[in-house]
């Protein structure tokens, strides 16, 4: 997806943490004469696979191991007339067993013979075929934008106001798939499309509730039920959890040492430009607040001590950091379900939270409301 509208469109993906199932895909896409390779990505637990074979009279045979179910993309490239090499793909799921899939000259026709998950992925992404066609062209309008267009405000709001009705009739669609199919692993995907990297609990969780017991206490079921719990005990009005990380002279400080003051944590990262360019506004508040209250406690995903303090000397950070250097690993991060950044937490005197994700000017306006 292209920058504009990629914090809205983009999938959520689940980790791949399941045991390892094998699988095998056996393809036959007609009769192709001229040499044709075919390609397999996708995930399994040790990290991205990319495999290929060579297609023989027009068929193929992939064997993997992989988390079920897992999506994937097949990539046929093929030299005969009038075609175009990478452009002829698949996206499907891979799972246990053995699937087949046939098609007469196009990978991207191509039809699973005896896979549920692959047919009601299809028919979900044909529901769904008005709303995407709107957003890729707005995409690609973005992406043909000037550098100058770009950088205004102007072409950015107005796609940015065109796209909205789309992601709106894109969402309403996912939630009527879910709620028609309750046992389909593809409400699943969907529930994880809506929910996104920052898990609107009181949204999703009655949409997770309605799935069926054979999807919600599946592995992938299992997992995302653990976000929801994460995301209950860090949405506004609960008591935000404790942690203990280390500052920059490795002394370790503690959330709960800060309370009697209005606490905005904040997670952030010498190399996420984002970030960096937040951190002016952070500043600002700080200084206009840092008096009456109020303190900012960062946590940082850097993975080197040398960026992350040099980072915090030249954007005037001037308050206490913490990090275990451990990248999106950190496990602060993890423990707050940390999925993007810049991302925060504003907690009151008593360490509840009050509000999420200010940037700008809300945060001022939110300090402004609570000390003036």
Known sequence: MKQLLVASLLVSTMPALAQDTTFTIKGNIGKIDAPAKVYLSYRNTGGNVLDSVVMKKGSFTFKGVTTSPVMATLLLDHQGAG????????????????????????????????????????????????????????????????????????????LMK???????????????YINQHPDSYISLVALREIAGSKIDYDAVAPLFNSLSVNISKSKAGADFARRLEIAKALSVNAIAPDFTQNDVNGNPVSLSGFKGQYVLVDFWASWCGPCRGENPNVVKAYQQYKDKGFTILGVSLDSKKEAWVKAIEHDQLTWTHVSDLKYWNNEVAKQYDIKSIPANFLLDKNGKIIARDLRGEDLLKKLGELMN
Do not use: H
Request: hydrophobic share 35%.
């Open 83 to 158: 075609r175009q090499p990478n452009m002829d793909m698949l996206s499907c799921y891979v799972e246990n067993g053995t699937l087949q899939l046939t098609a007469k000259d196009s990978i991207k026709n191509a039809v699973f013979k005896n896979s549920r998950i692959n047919s009601d992925y299809k028919d979900y992404k044909q529901q769904q075929a008005s709303p995407e066609t709107t957003l890729k062209q707005l995409d690609a309008r973005w992406a043909a934008a000037t550098a100058a267009e770009k950088e205004g405000a102007t072409l950015r709001d107005s």
């Open 162 to 176: 065109a796209a909205t009705p789309a992601l709106e009739e894109k969402k309403q669609i996912q939630k009527a």
